[in-house]
């Protein structure tokens, strides 16, 4: 099960945090991926990030954007935080899940997906 929380309504130039919890994974090795998909657009890859630690981040969020976790009690949770933030970061917020090594970054590479969650960036 893959659960995301943290969207709402932020100010430019201001900051959000997501949080992504991931529970019944058994496996040792795991990838945590944030995408968002805006009105009209396809679905875009944000950041993701695997069990070894290794990070990825789209251009568009690099150095504004970080991805970090926290695996203990059975649970991955992955955060995502975001800083200056701009109104093209309006989107819906999606957190997946993949039980393999390598790091992935492409939607169709995940198997499971939370609900979304809403980010608005607007004065």
């Known amino acids: 099960q893959v659960v995301e929380s943290g969207g709402g309504l932020v100010q430019p130039g201001g900051s959000l945090r997501l949080s992504c919890t991931a529970s019944?994974?058994?496996?040792?090795?795991?990838?945590i991926g944030w995408f968002r998909q805006a009105p009209g657009k396809e679905r875009e890859g944000v950041s993701s990030?695997?069990?070894?630690?290794?990070?990825?981040?789209a251009t568009s969020v690099k150095d504004r954007f970080t991805i970090s976790r926290d695996n203990a009690n059975a649970k991955i949770t992955v955060y995502l935080q975001m800083n200056s933030m701009k109104a093209e970061d309006t989107a819906v917020y999606y957190c997946?899940?993949?039980?393999?090594?390598?790091?992935?970054?492409?939607?169709?590479?995940?198997?499971?997906w939370g609900q979304g969650t809403q980010v608005n960036v607007s004065s």
């Open positions: 997946a899940a993949a039980n393999v090594r390598e790091l992935k970054t492409e939607p169709w590479q995940y198997d499971y």
């Open positions: 019944g994974f058994t496996y040792d090795y795991w990838n």
């Open positions: 990030i695997n069990s070894d630690g290794n990070t990825n981040y």
